[in-house]
């Protein structure tokens, strides 16, 4: 099998190069992500590899149809980016559901510890001796109520978490696992009580901007918010009007809902274009990372793994588990 693989990083290659090699695949490492400018580059290939900022709408399914592409790879758990239904029955789009739900819970509390705390200031004050502590004070975490929107694998790592920490914790997701020792609430009654909120759902038509002007209002003052699911589950504009009024007491976003083209680059020789983002920067409150909750070594030998192992069962006919379905 011929895969041609986009939006390549060093980190990739690591992994991908020697498995793909094992597995007796050819991959063709791209550079350049995957959208309507380079779809082309898909041809003479069998299948194609993608990233979470590479998309695939259907105009681009029925141009890598055309081409004989006999499968969409992603090496991802989220499938927002593909257009699921125009792929339906034309190319199959594989995922990886499941690599590492602790790196992404633990790396949202990383975050949340990290803004509540001022740990990223202090690093920077220290280094130039300012030993200064003002403005640094946060709040404990023990006993507060923590919110966690969506309970599929990341939410229960992150609700495993919360635990360690002794918090109360709420939970909403429209599909309750009866299994989980958490208590379910109405979304409002999450959005009035939390002390810490943790997105952790898929970003669909029902969850895009769920929050906004409307569910921030029912916040408490100076609550802690944290997405590391998608950018899209948050209003960008809603949540700075929010920040201006002092709102929040913290807010970590590892995603961004325009990070396509920004995130996962290096764009610091450019003048920043993105008003939002460039907002968001400058609230001391705020701590922005480019979308890499899942970055650790078991998750990025899990990714690799899995995606060839989807790659291996669309080559052989096996039984495709990772299939993504609409
Ligand atoms: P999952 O499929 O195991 O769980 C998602 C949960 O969300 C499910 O329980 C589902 O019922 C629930 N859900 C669906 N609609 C909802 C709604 N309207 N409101 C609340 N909950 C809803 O997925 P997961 O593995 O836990 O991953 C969650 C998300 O994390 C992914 O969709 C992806 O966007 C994101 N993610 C981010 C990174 C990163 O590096 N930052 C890495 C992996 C995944």
Redesign the pocket.
């Known amino acids: 099998m011929r895969i041609a693989f986009f939006s390549t990083k060093p980190y990739d290659r690591i992994w991908f190069e020697p498995m793909g090699k094992d597995y007796g695949f050819d991959i063709h490492f791209i550079e350049l992500p995957f959208n309507e400018d380079t779809v082309y580059l898909a041809q003479g290939h069998d299948a194609v590899c993608l990233f ?1 900022n590479d998309y695939a709408n259907a105009a681009m399914i029925e141009q890598l149809h055309q081409m004989g592409i006999r499968a969409i790879l992603l090496r ?3 499938f ?1 980016h593909v257009d699921i239904q125009a792929a339906d029955g034309k190319i199959p789009v594989l995922r990886v ?3 590492s ?1 602790e ?2 819970a633990e ?1 949202a509390m990383a975050m949340i510890l990290t803004v509540n705390r001022y740990t990223h200031k202090a690093y920077n004050r220290t280094r130039d001796f300012n030993m200064n502590i003002n403005g640094f004070m946060g709040t404990d975490l023990h006993h507060k109520v923590a919110g966690v ?8 790592a992150m609700i495993r978490i919360f635990k360690g920490f002794q918090m109360q914790i709420l939970a ?4 309750p ?1 009866p299994n989980l020792d958490v208590k379910y609430v109405e ?1 409002e009654e999450l959005m009035q009580k939390s002390d810490f909120i943790s997105l ?5 038509e ?2 895009k901007n ?1 929050i906004n002007k409307e569910t921030i209002s029912m916040m408490k003052d100076g609550v802690f918010l944290v997405n ?3 950018g899209g589950l948050i209003n960008t504009e809603d949540l700075i009007e929010a920040l201006l009024a002092k709102k929040f007491g913290g807010v970590g976003l ?2 961004y809902e325009e990070e396509e083209g920004l995130f996962y680059e290096d764009r610091s020789g450019d003048i920043m274009q993105d008003e939002n983002l460039a907002r968001l920067t400058t609230f001391p409150n705020v701590l922005i990372t480019s ?5 650790t070594v078991e998750a990025m030998q899990a990714i690799a793994t899995e995606t060839l192992e989807n790659a291996y069962a669309v080559e052989h006919g096996l039984e495709l588990k990772n299939i993504v379905k609409p």
């Open positions: 979470v991802s758990a989220g927002n559901p499941s690599y739900p790196a992404v790396y929107i969506g309970t599929g694998k990341i939410g229960q909403y997701d429209p599909y696992n979304i952790h759902c898929p970003l669909t029902q969850t769920i590391t699911s998608r590892d995603v979308h890499m909750g899942f970055f």
